[in-house]
């Protein structure tokens, strides 16, 4: 599903990341983890960030099967990209299932109640909750809808920067329950720094 080859990022300011190749088969959900500073972000953002300030050097990257489109509305029809603290980009003014509404329309997708109902099972969340706004609800509750959008569009290839920060433990739970169901479904990568959780849901770890 994700292939990097002879992967590496050069900064502005001088500052070099080299990767060791990668390769994310489909179905899988995989685990990026290292220290603070060692580039899991860096990596993810050169890739699904369009104002990334670094510049990138492969000798390959492929994303199911193909070269890696740029940023934009055909790398985004196969993908969902869920970086750090995502729920910030909701809207204040419209409701959940405003936000639905506009991420079916945005990926040309008919509206299914049952496979709503299905996601929001799964992240343990109450359906009368599609009724509010954002503020309306606490940040591990913004954090799970953020997740329902993203896999409400069945993208291939999932994204997930540290889902499991600034969360309490219930909410942990419910996230890694959801991983659970997802698994199969759709191919996931998941940066996280407890290795601890990684061990717990991905298939296998990446080290960095």
């Not at 990767?19 to 899988?28: L, P, Q, R, S, T």
């Not at 890696?68 to 990209?81: D, H, M, N, Q, T």
């Amino acid at each position: 599903m994700l292939k990097l080859k002879d992967y590496s990022i050069t900064y502005p300011n001088g500052l070099v990341l080299k990767y060791e190749d990668m390769h994310i088969k489909k179905g899988e959900l995989v685990g990026l983890f290292g220290p603070s500073g060692c580039g899991k972000t860096s990596l993810l953002d050169s890739m699904f960030n369009p104002d990334f300030p670094g510049k990138v050097s492969c000798t390959e990257v492929l994303l199911d099967g193909k070269p890696f489109p740029k940023a934009g509305r055909e790398l985004y029809s196969i993908v969902s990209y869920c970086p750090q603290f995502s729920q910030a980009a909701l809207n204040p003014k419209l409701t959940i299932a405003e936000h639905i509404d506009l991420t079916l329309q945005g990926n040309k997708m008919k509206k299914d109640p049952a496979r709503i109902q299905e996601l929001l099972d799964a992240l343990h969340l109450d359906p009368a909750m599609l009724s509010r706004r954002p503020g309306g609800l606490s940040g591990g509750q913004q954090q799970r809808m953020v997740l329902l959008l993203c896999a409400l569009k069945n993208p291939k290839l999932m994204i997930l920067d540290e889902p499991s920060s600034a969360i309490d433990l219930i909410t942990l739970q419910d996230i890694v329950d959801f991983l659970e169901h997802l698994k199969g479904e759709t191919t996931m990568l998941m940066v996280a720094h407890s290795r601890p959780l990684l061990e717990h849901v991905a298939d296998r770890i990446i080290d960095l």
